[in-house]
């Protein structure tokens, strides 16, 4: 499945945004979905991720309680909501996806399929 990664921005501390990613295909309901970042000079991290029908999902720590993740099947599209951004959110955001109906995956090994990155950037 090929992904397309939007919605990123500047932002000030505090700040929201939503990211979003589409998906090309018809088998979309199918894949469980991740969300990572990657900051200059670190490694690609896991941040939030959705089973492939919505009625799970994951967060690491450091976001849980701020950003929200879903999905609309119907159009392909996995959301990412972001509220009360910090500094330390900022960074290049991609989304995965691997063909699954047995749960979530947090593990950048563990998804096949990746989007072109968006950048958030949250000013101080």
């Known amino acids: 499945v090929q992904l397309q990664a939007s919605g990123g921005g500047l932002v000030q501390s505090e700040g929201s945004l939503t990211l979003f990613c589409v998906a090309s295909g018809r088998t979309f309901s199918s894949y469980a979905v991740g969300w990572f970042r990657q900051a200059p000079g670190k490694e690609r991290e896991f941040v939030a991720a959705?089973?492939?029908?919505?009625?799970?999902?994951q967060y690491a720590d450091s976001v849980k309680g701020r950003f929200t993740i879903s999905r609309d099947n119907a159009r392909n599209t996995v959301s990412l909501q972001m509220n009360s951004l910090k500094p330390e959110d900022t960074a290049n955001y991609y989304c995965?996806?691997?063909?699954?109906?047995?749960?979530?995956?947090?593990?950048?090994?563990?998804?096949?399929?990746w989007g072109q990155g968006t950048l958030v950037t949250v000013s101080s």
């Open positions: 995965a996806a691997e063909r699954s109906k047995s749960g979530v995956f947090r593990l950048v090994s563990e998804y096949h399929d």
């Open positions: 959705i089973s492939w029908g919505g009625g799970f999902t």
